[in-house]
């Protein structure tokens, strides 16, 4: 069992449809994260969740709403999106008040809005 | 604004070669740098971390160098094998309570037989 899971792999999606991204984590890890990967850019973070409660919103539009329903379990509900939304979207967790602030990706959902 | 970013975006190299990626950065309160791999199709994969209070690391076949002097960063990597073509990402972060990495754009790393 991978140490960051997420899905779906892959989502094609209307702009008018209402779609969720789902990540697990099974490393018993206390913070998780969102971030985008978009083609020719940096990994932009868009959110932080740590004990559950979520510590940084990066001016991300209203259109992507972060859950964090415990520890374990993120989502990113998406709805009304845009073409220029269409990314990978990586999830992370790592654990607060360790030696090293090292994240652990998943390996991503790779979303496609036409 | 503060940024990292990547001198290279492209490095082609012959198996067996010693690679170098570099990166520079911005913020001089960085305190913790680190290294990520990714491979096409997959999630960024830790390499290497470095505290601002060192300015050498050596783990299996990879050192990082750091130069705070002139804010840079360094990734080398011995005896490069073509596993090891992938896009290199070096990333910075404050001394925070959790983990806010920024990141650079990537060097695409290319290794011939």
């Known amino acids: 069992e991978t140490g960051v899971t997420q899905t779906p792999r892959h989502l094609v999606m209307g702009m008018t449809n209402k779609k969720s991204l789902k990540c697990e984590q099974h490393l018993g890890h206390n913070a998780m994260y969102w971030y985008k990967q978009s083609a020719k850019k940096p990994l932009e973070l868009m959110f932080v969740y740590s004990l559950e409660e979520r510590v940084e919103n990066n001016s991300v539009p209203s259109r992507f709403s972060p859950e964090c329903p415990n520890s374990s379990h993120l989502f990113l509900h998406l709805h009304t999106l845009q073409p220029e939304d269409s990314a990978l979207y990586l999830c992370a967790s790592s654990h607060q008040g360790g030696n090293t602030g090292e994240l652990f990706f998943g390996e991503g959902s790779r979303l496609t809005v036409l | 604004g503060e940024s990292v970013g990547l001198h290279l975006p492209t490095l082609s190299v012959q198996e067996g070669d010693n690679s170098i990626i570099n990166c520079a950065y911005s913020?001089?309160?960085?305190?913790?740098f680190i290294w990520y791999k990714q491979e096409s199709g997959k999630g960024p994969q830790f390499i290497i971390d470095i505290r601002s209070n060192m300015d050498k690391r050596q783990g299996q076949r990879v050192t990082v160098l750091l130069n705070k002097t002139v804010k840079h960063l360094s990734l080398q990597i011995a005896a490069t094998q073509p596993g090891d073509s992938a896009v290199y990402f070096c990333?910075?972060?404050?001394?925070?309570?959790?983990?806010?990495?920024?990141f650079g754009k990537g060097t695409m790393l290319l290794v011939s037989p």
């Open positions: 913020n001089s309160a960085s305190d913790y």
């Open positions: 990333a910075e972060s404050p001394n925070s309570g959790y983990s806010t990495l920024t």
